[in-house]
């Protein structure tokens, strides 16, 4: 049976399983979301969107829909999955359950919690029925999917005027107990007026089996609220990612999400800004390194639909052996939004002659009176900048190394926790594998 | 300390050097003059090991050792730098780090350990002081945003640093005003000793007014055409290099 077809086939049996959110609305929105994807199915390279990109080689799988078995897992083995230097909130899911031993949440002055629990207790309902499902793609078949099926994930509801001291991760781990798996997960985080969170979220496979994961994160900042995201895609080669992440600001807000994609089987991101208000800063940054036959697909949208507003989007892209990257970048400013400040910036080294890189930046601007640019460039290592290197004495693979890193050092700079800019530079000098020969 | 023999040099087919001749004794400052074109960067590149340039024929003996097998790293690790004209830029490297590494990566291929952190400190700031260089510029990426003088400054000082045998700079002077010429002529006087060699790559003679050369070499066509003392420098300054065609 196809994927689709099983998926169709299991919905009424899932429905009768979460009948938890039958007080809600949010039963409507999975019937919708439900036949919106009976309908359209899996997208193919003739949708527009996914040309350069097939899902064909992850959807022949027999996934496991609901996986039930709860594994535990001891803290020491996977520490180091964890930004583990310094405190923080932890919300963590293993196969797709909640784990409480290894999370740790709050409920004092904000919560940072699960979905689940937010769509099961009344007194979260004004928030959810407010929210859920409001920015996320309705005509993303993908994204509907995961409203159909999604039951857990992570809940983060920050009021006005707080400032969240810690960090919080959001990691989800597959155990491979399921041969085959798909896990759909899905986020809610709503972050009040003057509010500030730092968010860093992780999909883990402990194991070489297949897993497909399908994640959608709604984000939805409030007037002057500041919300970094860091998204770490750094799995196992047999795991596959769609990621869907929406946001919607109101004005003076400032959001970033920065992905960084060093590993995985193919790694799809689409990453939809919305502004609802003036002076509103939306920054996008990512990292993407990969070798082999991977595939790291940016799909990102920002809508400019109000006056004073900029954006700021850089992404860079080093592509090893047999890997494809694509880039898409959509920024559209309305004719309302005049004197937007829109920059993109796409920059792509090939390393090697089997590498792919298909980039598109589009910018649709109906507004007179805006600064906007956007700079695509394809090339490979700078020659003269080797040499340079290598005549002091530095040997061709670490000046190789120290190159790719200067390169991919602007997107860097962005990241606001000083361990985990620590952390991701250590991960790219390792995927680059020199060694620096010193602390970066 | 270098030997140069009959040196053939080209690039894509072009022929640039077509037989040069030069003998660098330690102790010894060499200037190469020339037109623009006339292959005088080409040399120092071919002697840092370019690989874009082919040795058609002819050699380069550094310390009687045939260079010719051997990769740039593998040069600057027998003791070759080169001073490039057009330093490149490495953001997100900072100066200190980068002249860390590359001190390191000799040491290791020489067989030594690492420079402890205390010594390689100490060793930057003496050799920063000399060069009049300011503690914060080591901070800074490397050549990122620098002006054409700290560029040329930096690349002295990595020279400071690495202590080489064989010193090549290539238009250290192009870009500099006088006194960061000063500066840096000042500190390449005070590195050179009897045992390590100088050449100097220039279009003018004003450099060779603050490193006085002990030789003066013209290049031309690929071909050095005269050689002589310090007065050949101040002969071409009078009536330009046509007299030598």
């Given at each position: 049976m196809e994927l689709k077809e099983k998926l169709v086939a299991s919905f009424l049996a899932f429905e009768n399983k979460v009948s938890v959110d039958t007080d809600t609305n949010v039963h409507d929105i999975r019937s919708n979301a439900f036949d919106h994807f009976e309908q359209h199915g899996f997208p193919s390279k003739k949708d527009e969107e996914w040309k350069y990109t097939s899902l064909k080689s992850i959807l022949k799988y027999d996934y496991n829909?609901?996986?039930e078995a709860e594994t535990a897992i001891e803290f020491a083995t996977v520490?180091?999955?964890?930004?583990?230097e310094i405190d923080s909130y932890k919300i963590v899911f293993i196969d797709g359950v909640y784990s409480s031993f290894l999370s740790e949440t709050s409920h004092e002055g904000y919560d940072i919690c699960l979905l689940s629990a937010a769509l099961k207790q009344p007194k979260y309902k004004p928030v959810v029925d407010h929210f859920f499902n409001t920015i996320a793609g309705k005509d993303n078949s993908i994204t509907s999917l995961n409203t159909a099926f999604s039951k857990e994930g992570a809940y983060i509801n920050i009021p006005k005027g707080t400032v969240v001291p810690k960090p919080i991760q959001i990691v989800h781990f597959s155990t491979g107990n399921e041969a085959e798996l798909l896990l759909q997960p899905r986020n809610l985080i709503v972050v009040g007026e003057n509010s500030h969170v730092q968010i860093i979220e992780r999909h883990q496979s402990l194991s070489s089996n297949v897993v497909l994961t399908n994640s959608v994160t709604e984000i939805f900042a409030n007037k002057k609220a500041i919300v970094d995201y860091y998204k770490i895609q750094n799995d196992e080669k047999s795991a596959s990612l769609i990621d869907s992440t929406y946001v919607q600001q109101q004005q003076h807000s400032h959001v970033s999400v920065n992905t960084f994609s060093f590993g995985g089987n193919l790694t799809r991101n689409n990453l939809e800004f919305f502004q609802e208000g003036e002076h509103i800063d939306s920054t996008l940054n990512g990292i993407t390194i990969i070798g082999d036959k991977q595939l790291v697909d940016n799909h990102t949208l920002v809508m400019h639909?109000?006056?004073?507003c900029e954006s700021h989007e850089l992404y860079k892209g080093i592509y090893f052996d047999k890997s494809t990257g694509v880039f898409n970048g959509k920024v559209i400013v309305e004719k309302e939004a005049q004197k937007t400040n829109a920059f993109q910036q796409n920059n792509n080294i090939l390393i090697d002659d089997g590498a792919t890189i298909n980039a598109k930046p589009q910018l649709e601007i109906f507004a007179d009176d805006v600064k906007c640019s956007h700079g695509c460039t394809i090339g490979q290592l700078d020659s003269d900048a080797l040499f340079y290197m290598r005549s002091r004495g530095i040997p061709k693979r670490e000046a190789n190394g120290l190159l790719l890193y200067a390169f991919a050092n602007d997107a860097l700079e962005?990241?606001?926790?000083p361990e985990l800019k620590t952390r991701i530079t250590k991960l790219i000098a390792k995927k680059l594998g020199v060694d620096l020969g010193f602390d970066l | 300390m270098l030997e140069i023999n009959n040196l053939h040099a080209k690039i894509e087919d072009k022929d640039i050097l077509k037989g040069i001749n030069l003998n660098v004794k330690a102790g010894e400052v060499h200037a190469i003059m020339g037109p623009n074109g006339s292959g005088k960067s080409t040399l120092a590149s071919v002697i840092a090991g370019r690989?874009?340039?082919?040795?058609?024929e002819g050699n380069i003996l550094l310390n009687n050792e045939d260079l010719e097998d051997l990769a740039p790293e593998e040069r600057a690790h027998k003791g070759v730098f080169l001073s490039f004209q057009y330093p490149v830029e490495i953001p997100g490297v900072t100066v200190t780090n980068f002249i860390k590494t590359a001190i390191n990566e000799s040491r290791k291929a020489n067989g030594h350990e690492e420079l402890p952190a205390k010594e390689m400190l100490q060793k930057i700031r003496e050799k920063a002081e000399l060069l009049d260089i300011?503690?914060?510029?080591?901070?800074?990426?490397?050549?990122?945003?620098?002006?054409g003088g700290e560029k040329k400054r930096n690349e002295i000082f990595q020279m400071a640093m690495l202590e080489p045998k064989l010193s090549i700079l290539d238009e250290t002077d192009s870009g500099l005003d006088i006194d960061a010429l000063k500066v840096v002529a000042n500190g390449v006087n005070k590195l050179k000793s009897q045992d390590n060699a100088v050449v100097l790559i220039t279009h003018y003679q004003r450099l060779l007014e603050y490193i006085v050369p002990d030789y003066v070499h013209v290049l031309h066509d690929g071909k050095i055409v005269k050689s002589g003392g310090k007065e050949l420098a101040l002969e071409l300054e009078a009536k330009g290099y046509d007299w030598l065609k």
């Open positions: 829909v609901f996986p520490k180091k999955y964890f930004l583990h639909k109000h006056p004073n962005k990241i606001k926790i | 690989e874009d340039y082919e040795v058609s300011d503690r914060k510029f080591l901070s800074r990426s490397l050549n990122e945003g620098f002006s």
